[in-house]
């Protein structure tokens, strides 16, 4: 390996601009972003699409109340934490990229995969592996024996996320590989409120994935996995897979190009270096002390509706957004739902070591300036003007269409690289970029309760964004909250 974990921290910072290969960066309309399309053969299941739109009130998710999804039967449970988790929910033309996931992804290309092993019904000593395709919403035969030295209780399911590095390679380059990390972390979040929501029992804290990585993914193959989570499911489980209605079909969908490798010359060393797992003891679950009447100030919606009006209001015209005048308390209000929800999922490995910071640019509420994650002023801006044009002046290109001047707030993740990289070692350059991406998702949630786009972004002038603003450590992702002036025509798909 060629670069060193203090390497690896810059390239993700600015200097990816000077020293990483990034076809989005020389030509953003013709670099080829998609992987090959083609077809596929396989043994497939359609999973039922008889599953809840409704699922009870977001403040009752928040204060740990269990849903009425519990009692549902297994496979609906199943299809719905899939159709929230992976599957196309809404077709936007007018909106880019025009296809709408339940959650978001680096370049708008769903870079994650979603697998599911079990012990092999009659063979000892093997396993049987499950890939889930969101766009046919079907489980795939992916792997009928292999091998398996590892213990799964005939109870139990693993699933897996893995980081496709190929799905973004052609658009992203060198650079590929931490996007699609962060994206893991937003995937693992949600993965975790499903469970939580439709009554499953799970535990995250899964340290073998080398082991798992080993297995699952084809030698010389752009992907990784990046998290695990091991499933409690009732017996109805195993009944659905052993007697459900396979079929052999042939389907269109997206494949892994080739020479992605030899193409961008630090993607190996970049890769090997995320390959470094987290061995410490996960931290505890959070626990926080919220003031009950919280709760009955929160907006009246649905859970399952907050996750499906999620939006990132990618206008294909630009931001189509609108300075909502909103009052001095909304901003200590999103960060108390911020705080809540992280007591929803768990902790994950050096969340405890990020950083938030939130610059409030909106010309109502609080007053302009820095706020810390709890919406205490930092330090409040003498001169507006000034404060957006540092916002403004961090885009990587005039080409980009941010209006941040209608932005409402955005908020910065950080960590202390030298305080993580000495305490986790090379496993912290992962560890980190993982749990900012489920952070990064707690925000998209929070703002889609009050109405509100999300938009995580990793390709702003960093240094900029640090000096100026006098933020500690090094940016891992931002995230861009504001308002709609209006919706755009939309048809739900599933």
């Known amino acids: 390996m060629n670069i060193t974990l ?62 009425k999804l519990a009692a549902l039967p297994f496979e609906q449970r199943l299809s719905g934490v899939l159709r929230y988790l992976a599957s196309p929910m809404r077709f936007e033309p007018l909106n880019m990229p025009d296809v709408h996931f339940p959650v978001s992804s680096f370049g708008g290309l769903s870079s994650c995969g979603i697998k599911f092993i079990r012990r092999h019904p009659t063979k000892a000593g ?13 489980l795939e035969k992916q792997i009928d024996e292999l091998e398996w030295d590892g213990e799964i209780a005939q109870n139990q399911w693993l699933v897996t996320i893995v980081g496709q590095y190929w799905a973004v390679g052609r658009k992203y380059g060198d650079f590929a590989p931490f996007g699609v990390v962060l994206d893991s972390g937003i995937v693992l979040a949600q ?75 630090l993607l190996q060393d970049i890769v090997s270096l995320l390959a470094c797992e987290f061995e410490q003891a996960w931290p505890a679950p959070l626990s926080l002390n919220v003031d009950k009447s919280l709760h009955e100030t929160l907006p009246e ?17 630009g931001f189509s957004q609108v300075n909502k005048m909103l009052d001095g308390e909304f901003l200590k209000q999103f960060m108390q739902v911020l705080q809540q929800l992280k007591t929803c999922r768990d902790r994950l490995p050096l969340e405890d070591s990020l950083m938030i910071n939130v610059a409030w640019i909106n010309t109502s509420g609080p007053a302009m300036g820095l706020y810390d994650e ?106 861009l909250v504001g308002f709609n002036r209006y919706n755009n025509f939309a048809l739900t798909i599933l």
């Not at 998609?34 to 359609?46: S, Y």
């Not at 699952?216 to 489980?237: I, K, M, N, R, Y």
């Not at 052999?248 to 030899?262: F, K, V």
């Not at 309760?449 to 450590?473: C, I, N, S, V």
Request: hydrophobic share 40%.
């Open 191 to 265: 993965l975790q409120y499903l469970f939580r929501l439709f009554g499953f029992s799970f535990q995250t804290g899964f340290n073998t994935l080398n082991r798992l990585n080993d297995k699952l993914v084809p030698e010389g193959s752009f992907q990784q996995v990046l998290a695990a989570v091991t499933l409690d499911v009732p017996e109805s489980a195993n009944a659905l897979l052993d007697n459900g209605e396979w079929e052999a079909l042939e389907i269109a969908t997206y494949q892994e190009p080739q020479g992605l490798m030899q193409r961008f010359g």
């Open 126 to 138: 093997f396993a049987q592996v499950f890939h889930f395709h969101g766009n046919y919403h079907a």
């Open 6 to 67: 203090q390497d690896a921290w810059g390239l993700a910072s600015d200097r990816r601009f000077d020293n990483l290969e990034m076809p989005i960066l020389d030509d953003p309309v013709n670099y080829g972003a998609k992987a090959d399309a083609g077809v596929h053969e396989g043994a497939f299941l359609a999973l039922t699409t008889d599953f809840p739109r409704q699922a009870g009130r977001f403040s009752d998710f928040l204060a740990g109340q269990n849903s």
């Open 374 to 479: 709890v919406g205490e002023p930092v330090c409040i801006a003498q001169d507006s003007k000034r404060f957006q044009h540092i916002i403004q002046d961090c885009l990587y290109s005039d080409n980009q269409k941010y209006n941040l001047s209608s932005m409402t707030l955005e908020l910065f993740i950080s960590v202390d690289t030298d305080k993580v990289s000495k305490s986790a070692g090379n496993s912290a350059l992962r560890a980190t970029h993982i749990a900012a991406g489920a952070v990064a998702h707690d925000v998209c949630l929070a703002a889609s309760l009050f109405d509100a786009f999300a938009r995580p972004a990793r390709m702003f002038r960093d240094t900029k964004l640090q000096q100026r603003f006098g933020l500690d450590g090094q940016l891992l992702i931002q995230v």
């Open 301 to 317: 919606r649905d859970m399952l509706d907050v996750i499906y009006n999620r939006t990132a209001s990618n206008d294909r015209l």
